[in-house]
């Protein structure tokens, strides 16, 4: 996965802003550009003075956002800023951030319940099975100094589109990986003993020594909470396969079950 350009989603009804701190680190790093996008509505009656109302919000949120950038710019950090007006902001993120030719999507997330999650439609799924790119939802607090990864695979699935997960998901693990700035690890769940994964399989597919690799029996969810906690992991990367249909409604997916009940970063690949 290369990244050439970070999309940032601003949350303008906040102080502190994870995932703009977060992509400016990021920037830094590899060299990359930032482009921070806000969408912004409120309820204005339908007089003549309503455009010069909204062309007002919109100046005012402007502003703000150049002001939340201005320390990236001093860094030499690449930055390009756009406000729009629309009540839906959710899916004006998604429009934005493919019209920008986003690499990735950040957006800052916070813990809700499960029964929020359930009754609402939250900005994070939205996110998740929408947006084209891989979305790296950053949590509250500062980045660990050992930055950690674990990438959740599944390489007895069978399914075309689980494989390509696999490859995306391995490959983008391998870039870390050559960064040497982080500590790779991978985990594979499984429901029985019929469908145990092949240990050597994955040292080899994976290009890691074999301490590095986790396989634990359980569900999915479950087996990727207890191997980030244990691992005490900075960044947990999970494939979205189930981004659409009724099995998404009902069930969810992986990225959704376990974005609240893990407290680091969690990177979606589409």
Known sequence: ????????????????????????????????????????????????SRPAEIKHLIACQK???EGAVAPLLERGIAVTTE????????TA??????????????????????RERILNRTSDWTLIRECLCPVLLVKEGKARDLRRVLAAIDIRSGRESYEKLNEHIINLS????????AEVHFINAFKDFHTVPDRNTLIR??????????????????????????????LVVIGNSARSGLSA???????????DRLDCDVLSMP
Not at 83 to 90: G, P
Not at 249 to 259: A, D, K, Q, S, Y
Request: glycine share 6%; net charge negative; hydrophobic share 40%.
């Open 1 to 48: 996965m290369e990244i050439s350009k970070i999309f940032v989603v601003y949350d303008p009804t906040r102080a502190e802003q994870p995932a703009l701190v977060r992509a400016a680190g990021i920037a830094a790093e590899i060299g990359c550009k930032v482009h921070v996008f806000a969408a912004i509505y409120a309820d204005i009656g339908k007089g003549d």
């Open 83 to 90: 406000v729009e007006w629309e009540k839906d902001w959710y």
């Open 93 to 114: 993120v998604v429009r934005a951030s493919i019209r920008n030719d986003a690499d990735v999507v950040l957006k800052s997330s916070y813990r809700h319940s499960t």
């Open 205 to 234: 597919n994976c290009g890691v020594s074999s301490d590095r690799i986790h396989i634990q029996m359980g569900e999915p969810d479950d087996v990727i909470v207890r191997g980030a906690r244990d691992l005490d992991a900075s």
């Open 174 to 181: 391998k870039r870390i990986l050559d960064t040497e700035k």
């Open 63 to 65: 502003t703000v956002l």
């Open 249 to 259: 409604v009902i069930n969810g997916n992986t990225v959704e079950r376990v974005l």
